[in-house]
Every structure is written in C-alpha cells, then in structure tokens.
C-alpha cells in the first residue's frame, strides 16, 4: 500500500493543474431576432482541432457551459417550443413552417461565428437575425 499515497498524490496534481479540462465556465444568452431562442443546443467546435467538440443546452434563452481556453466556432440550433405533432401530415406541416415557428436557421447571420475563450469565468452572448439574399 506505499504506492497508494504516491498514485492519489499524482492524480491530485494533474487534476489541480487541469490536464487540458475545463477550465473557463461560459454563459449567456441567445435570441434569434430578438426573441430567446427558448430551446435548442450550443455547439462549440475547435478551430486548431486540439480538443473536442463541447456543447450545452439552451433553455429560456440561456446556456452554460465548462469550456477549455482557445479559440472555437459556435453554432447554433433551436427555436420556439413547438408542441408535438400529432401525425406525420402535421410535423411535414410543422417543418414547412419551422421558419415562421422561429427557428434558427444554419445560416442565421451571427452563426458560425468565432470566439476566443480565455481562462476564468466569462459572458458570451448571442443575437442572431435572418438571413441575408442569397447572392447570384
């Protein structure tokens, strides 16, 4: 049983020093066209490909999330509850109308958008809008 001290002395010190883990609790909020995006999902995707992708739900137009510092792009998806559809006729019908319901599109301007996590707790909020035209 000597090892045993040694081992837990270890893991206490890698666990102190973070071994690439969380280390940056993000929060804030999203709106799509100035409304909350009331539920949906935050993604963060590494831009140097070093980590692995993070998430968080978004609820009542807030998210939290244990991030690591760096740079990441974040996307974005959610919208309005919807209630559920009560036949297949009715969610095609829903999903014609997803836009109108508010949903976020992929292509929402402020989606896929860049940011710099630094080390320590910070704020990131999110004000999507429509899309522009789509260019010839």
């Known amino acids: 049983?000597?090892?045993l001290p040694s081992l837990l002395g270890?893991?206490?010190f890698?666990?102190?020093?973070?071994c690439g883990g969380?280390?940056?609790?993000?929060t804030g909020s999203v709106t799509y066209e100035g409304n909350p995006v009331e539920e949906g999902a935050i993604t963060f995707l590494p831009t140097d490909g070093k980590e692995a992708s993070r998430g968080a739900m978004i609820k009542g137009g807030r998210y939290a999330a244990d991030m690591v510092p760096g740079k990441w792009t974040v996307q974005i998806s959610g919208g309005r509850?919807?209630?559920?559809?009560?036949s297949s006729e009715d969610a095609y019908k829903k999903?014609?109308?997803a836009d109108k319901a508010g949903m976020v599109p992929p292509n929402a301007?402020?989606?896929?958008?860049?940011?710099e996590i630094k080390p320590g707790?910070?704020?990131?909020d999110f004000a999507l809008t429509k899309p522009g035209p789509k260019k010839s």
């Open 1 to 3: 049983m000597p090892r």
């Open 10 to 12: 270890a893991l206490a």
């Open 14 to 18: 890698f666990a102190a020093i973070g």
């Open 22 to 26: 969380p280390s940056a609790p993000v």
């Open 81 to 86: 509850k919807l209630a559920a559809p009560a």
């Open 95 to 97: 999903g014609q109308l």
């Open 109 to 115: 301007l402020g989606n896929g958008g860049a940011i």
């Open 121 to 124: 707790p910070q704020t990131f």
